[in-house]
């Protein structure tokens, strides 16, 4: 049964999943047939027709005196490539709108991005691959650059701040975000004899070359082509291994069908306007007729996002796509959902004003059970659908591995059918009901005692992140009888910004925000911080320049329900955890935890072969956003450094930073972010032609690695000896 896509469906829009946090893009699927045709050396585009107005491929079409004009009345299939590039390179540049980005962007770093100075440090081992820099320098260079057009200006900042390769570090701005670029093509770089190579996984041109090795992309040699561009534009993980995972396309679970569904590569399909009009594929495959190579020359179909609005000029496009809008802001009802919140605010603290604490011990009670969600939050990814049906890739039918003991609203839980003492939890996100998720993790673990379950593999593939607490819970449900907090001492610059709006909020008993010094616990004490802690900074160098940071605090954590009994708790033997490497944020936390605390067995899938891949990325921070500390300073009536820019977006850093406990007692002092040592998994699995289309034959392997069946010798050739 081939792998189809349905281009021009009848009915409602399938979703198509863009990651702000990760500029990444998935998608949930929906069923359909795709329409065949026959094998050319171009592949033509699936269109009904093609426009008189639209240009033959490979040439453009002469620039119109408002391309935006043009590309605001045009709708699928006739958009092209073409179309969009003219209008967003028709955007004038604007130095003086240039200047207030980069002023404002230069102030978040220098006030409150905690790694301001660590992201210049220089030569990281192996699994990193992580160029130094210094973002204050970089936007400084942008800045003496002449542009043609806005959309220039705006790439370039965008790609500056993703070679951080942090996925808490964002510069999204929006503007040039409203469509969706899809090539015909999903690749994969399984191993086959012994050898990786870029594959075809999917073929939706119709020309029948799923599985056929990519020679060259674009004259480049093809895994070098995608990796260039994971490096550059992946700004997901400091692991290039991890960065190429997310450039190709994988499975992944969908949590509302609680199937593994197929997540389109980034490479092959772009919220971002591609490099070029299309794409030169040299391709090697025993089907061909005739000749076991083939040029196959590809343009990119392009779709319009949810997020798009109409337009029909340059003007108008800027206004609805791009510009905030102020009048909203201030409009009767904004303002009134401001004065709710506040009243809120309000409310709470005076609820808990009447319960009259008698001593400090009730004081830190009350915060536990009013803990500051912002802090919780460590990261989510919005989603974004598309005006017209898009590409939906199915996936064949597959011999069945497991079976479905429970489930809830995103974790699912599995017993392996030929190793049932094994079972599987699949926890494909952190951003979770605390309250009822913590009752379907002690429902499920028992489902899966009571059929025999002795033995469990934790599967966090691709879990971007989620809440703090959950991560700590997790941890903590697992090895409830290890006498150790599993929160991480942590601190946060101490910029003269910061100072004061910490003070502000320690005055203003009615906010509680981000930077509330009574959100955070002496660490040695655990008791909750009275005073401004921020003013008791000093000075630290972590790579060349010395910066003023925060003594170390706890963030206050109240573990969830707990429940033990379940054989695997407390011993490491019994758990094995496996990633993709894209486990990131508060997932990368707990499984921090789990490997280099309590000793877990750890297994991370894909990435380039005979090269070590991490478990997870940047696990060792929490972020916040400009509009949210702009916020806080306009609430406390704090003046601001900043300024709300021009453009919608997202703007934001990670602001507080984490350090490992070590097993003699002391805490690192590097912070964990870049700590390398931690990140790299104890075993690495390639995906094979049949792992990469059936995600759970990866758990009985291992499964059969860990826990060898009676009379198995010998480790599966897929896993790569540590």
């Known amino acids: 049964m081939r792998y189809a896509r349905s281009w021009w469906g009848r009915t409602a829009a399938s979703r198509i999943v863009l990651s702000l946090v990760l500029s990444c893009i998935a998608s949930s699927y929906l069923a359909s047939a795709a329409p065949s045709a026959p094998r050319t050396g171009r592949i033509a585009r699936t269109h009904p027709q093609r426009r008189q107005d639209a240009a033959p491929p490979g040439q453009q079409q002469p620039p119109a005196q408002d391309p935006c004009k043009t590309l605001g009345t045009l709708t699928e299939p006739a958009i092209t490539w073409t179309h969009v590039q003219q209008c967003y390179e028709s955007i004038p540049y604007s130095a003086s709108e240039a200047n207030e980005v980069l002023s404002t962007m230069h102030m978040l770093f220098k006030e409150f991005y905690i790694f301001l100075d660590t992201a210049t440090l220089e030569d990281q081992p192996k699994p990193f691959s992580n160029p130094p820099l210094d973002i204050l320098k970089g936007l400084d260079l942008i800045s003496q650059r002449d542009y043609g057009s806005d959309f220039q200006f705006q790439t370039d900042v965008d790609l500056l701040v993703t070679r951080l390769n942090d996925a808490h570090a964002n510069y999204l701005a929006y503007c040039y975000r409203h469509y969706l670029f899809v090539q015909p093509f999903e690749l994969y770089a399984p191993v086959v004899n012994n050898a990786q190579s870029v594959r075809i996984l999917a073929d939706e041109s119709g020309n029948g070359l799923e599985d056929c090795e990519v020679l060259t992309i674009d004259g480049v040699d093809a895994m070098k082509a995608i990796q260039d561009w994971a490096d550059t534009h992946v700004g997901f993980s400091k692991d290039a291994g991890v960065r190429l995972n997310k450039a190709l396309t994988q499975l992944t679970f969908n949590a509302a069908s609680k199937q593994w569904t197929f997540t389109p590569g980034l490479f092959t399909t772009r919220a971002t306007l591609p490099e070029r009009q299309t794409m030169v594929y040299k391709v090697k495959c025993p089907t061909l007729e005739g000749a076991s190579e083939e040029t196959v020359t590809a343009d990119w179909n392009v779709f319009r996002l949810m997020s798009w609005r109409p337009f029909n000029s340059r003007e108008s496009f800027l206004t609805h796509n791009c510009y905030r809008d102020t009048s909203e802001e201030n409009s009767a009802p904004e303002k009134a959902k401001r004065d709710l919140d506040q009243q809120k605010r309000q409310q709470q603290r005076q609820q808990l004003s009447e319960q009259l604490p008698s001593s400090k011990q009730d004081i830190r009670r009350q915060r536990e059970r009013h803990p500051q969600t912002s802090v919780q939050a460590a990261v989510e990814i919005p989603r974004h659908e598309t005006i017209q049906p898009s590409p939906v890739l199915q996936k064949r039918q597959s011999v069945q591995v497991a079976r479905m003991v429970h489930n809830g609203s995103t974790t699912a839980f599995y017993q392996l059918l030929r190793r049932p003492s094994i079972g599987v939890v699949v926890i494909p996100t952190h951003t979770v009901n605390l309250r009822t998720e913590s009752e379907v993790l002690i429902e499920g673990f028992q489902r899966l005692y009571d059929t025999g379950v002795r033995n469990v593999i934790l599967d966090l593939t691709s879990n971007g992140g989620g809440y703090v607490n959950f991560a700590y819970d997790l941890v903590e449900w697992m090895f409830p009888d290890a006498n150790v907090t599993s929160v991480y001492r942590s601190n946060l610059r101490a910029s003269m910004s910061i100072k004061a709006l910490a003070q502000g909020e320690l005055k203003d008993d009615d906010y509680n925000g981000y930077f509330n010094p009574g959100a955070f616990a002496d660490p040695d004490t655990e008791e909750p911080h009275e005073d401004n802690f921020f003013l008791q900074d ?136 870049y700590n390398p040592k931690l990140y790299k998994a104890d075993f690495h699995l390639d995906y094979t032609p049949s792992s990469a289309r059936n995600h759970e034959l990866l758990w009985e392997i291992v499964a059969n690695n860990h826990w060898k069946a009676a009379g198995q010798t010998g480790d599966d050739p897929a896993i790569e000896k540590p």
């Not at 925060?550 to 955890?577: C, F, Y």
């Not at 972020?623 to 009536?637: A, H, K, R, T």
């Open 538 to 673: 000093g000075k630290v160098r972590y790579a060349k320049h010395p910066l003023d940071y925060s003594p170390t605090v706890h963030m206050i954590h109240t573990l969830g329900s707990l429940e033990k009994g379940m054989p695997w708790q407390n011993d490491a033997q019994r758990i094995v955890v496996m990633t993709d490497g894209a486990c990131g944020s508060a997932c990368g936390m707990t499984l921090n935890r789990l490997k280099n605390r309590h000793g877990v067995q750890s297994y991370a899938v894909g990435g380039r072969m005979g090269e070590d891949l991490s478990l997870f990325s940047f696990p060792g921070a929490s972020v916040y956003g400009m509009e949210e500390i702009i916020n806080d300073y306009e609430n406390l009536g704090v003046d601001s450094p900043l300024r709300r820019l021009r453009y919608k977006g997202i703007y934001r850093v990670p602001v507080m930073q984490f350090f490992q406990d070590q097993k003699d007692g002391t805490v690192d002092p590097v912070p964990i972010e």
